[in-house]
């Protein structure tokens, strides 16, 4: 997978929906995120991806997609 990193494109917004971080360090191979969480308090970060080969993606012991 390739992380893409909307800060160099113009689709900052691409239809992504959830929290915004207080900063965020995109790298080629992770995406480290940085936020305040008071207490009790859930937030969810996006991180839009792209297949970068075929193949089948599992992810620990699950089966999460078919990549074509």
């Known amino acids: ?4 990193n909307l800060r160099l494109t113009d689709d900052e ?3 992504i929906t959830g929290d ?3 900063y ?7 995406v480290y995120t940085y936020f305040d969480l008071n207490a009790n308090q ?3 970060f996006k991180v839009l991806l792209t297949a ?3 193949g089948v993606i599992i992810a620990g012991s699950k089966l999460r ?3 074509r």
Request: charged share 30%; glycine share 4%.
């Open 1 to 4: 997978m390739e992380i893409n």
């Open 13 to 15: 917004a691409a239809g």
């Open 20 to 22: 915004v971080p207080t």
């Open 24 to 30: 965020q360090d995109i790298r080629d191979d992770r």
């Open 42 to 44: 859930r937030k969810t």
């Open 52 to 54: 970068s080969y075929a």
């Open 65 to 67: 997609s078919h990549v």
